[in-house]
T-cell receptor, first 112, second 114 residues
Framework: QKEVEQDPGPLSVPEGAIVSLNCTYSNSAFQYFMWYRQYSRKGPELLMY????GNKEDGRFTAQVDKSSKYISLFIRDSQPSDSATYLC????????????FGKGTKLTVNP | DTEVTQTPKHLVMGMTNKKSLKCEQH?????MYWYKQKAKKPPELMFV???????INESVPSRFSPECPNSSLLNLHLHALQPEDSALYLCASSQGVVSNQPQHFGDGTRLSIL
């Protein structure tokens, strides 16, 4: 079983839709959870950063962490064509020399 | 535009060439990272520098040689690369290597080996 599982998609939605992106993980030591957005030919851009269980909202984006189920989600409300990108979940444990573990990424297309 | 700047954006080199990739950040971060990313794959960690000292080397072949001249600069020296080394090379930085400090990425150097 991989440490982090993420459905690679591709996911195609109409403009204005609510998008749900998800990752599951197996390592209970993970404490910090991130979502990165990567446009074609660009580096990953940090979108959301959360610690432990709960919700965090930033504009149209909401990150949700459920540590009891080892499940994290990113919701995008009122999706726009400019949201078309690959979304990578990433997570890391508490220790000082931990490595960031990425999901495979989900390719999202928002159609006008 | 990102706050981590990488040059060059594109590089084409032969297998016998020597070249260097450069990365610069002015956020006062004390940890810097090199990642390799192949198409449709997530980034893979290569090296971590913390306070200008190499702290993690992910068993990367010796044809890749990192260097951290100061706290805001990170180089990756390349020599005798193979075609399978063609990839996007990403630099990242964070305030420290402690886990609760997120990493910020540059836009990468797209490297092609002929």
């Amino acid at each position: 079983q991989k440490e982090v599982e993420q459905d690679p998609g591709p996911l195609s939605v109409p403009e204005g839709a609510i998008v749900s992106l998800n990752c599951t993980y197996s390592n209970s030591a993970f404490q910090y959870f991130m979502w990165y957005r990567q446009y074609s030919r660009k580096g990953p851009e940090l979108l959301m950063y959360t610690y432990s269980s709960g919700n965090k909202e930033d504009g149209r984006f909401t990150a949700q962490v459920d540590k009891s189920s080892k499940y994290i989600s990113l919701f995008i409300r009122d999706s726009q064509p400019s949201d078309s990108a690959t979304y990578l979940c990433a997570m890391i444990g508490q220790g000082g020399s931990e490595k960031l573990v990425f999901g495979k990424g989900t390719k999202l297309t928002v159609n006008p | 535009d990102t706050e981590v700047t990488q040059t060059p954006k594109h590089l084409v080199m032969g297998m016998t060439n020597k070249k260097s990739l450069k990365c610069e950040q002015h956020m006062g971060h004390r940890a810097m990272y090199w990642y390799k990313q192949k198409a449709k794959k997530p980034p893979e960690l290569m090296f971590v520098y913390s306070y200008e000292k190499l702290s993690i080397n992910e068993s990367v072949p010796s044809r890749f040689s990192p260097e951290c001249p100061n706290s805001s600069l990170l180089n990756l020296h390349l020599h005798a690369l193979q075609p399978e080394d063609s990839a996007l090379y990403l630099c990242a930085s964070s305030q420290g290597v402690v886990s609760n400090q997120p990493q910020h990425f540059g836009d990468g150097t797209r490297l092609s080996i002929l």
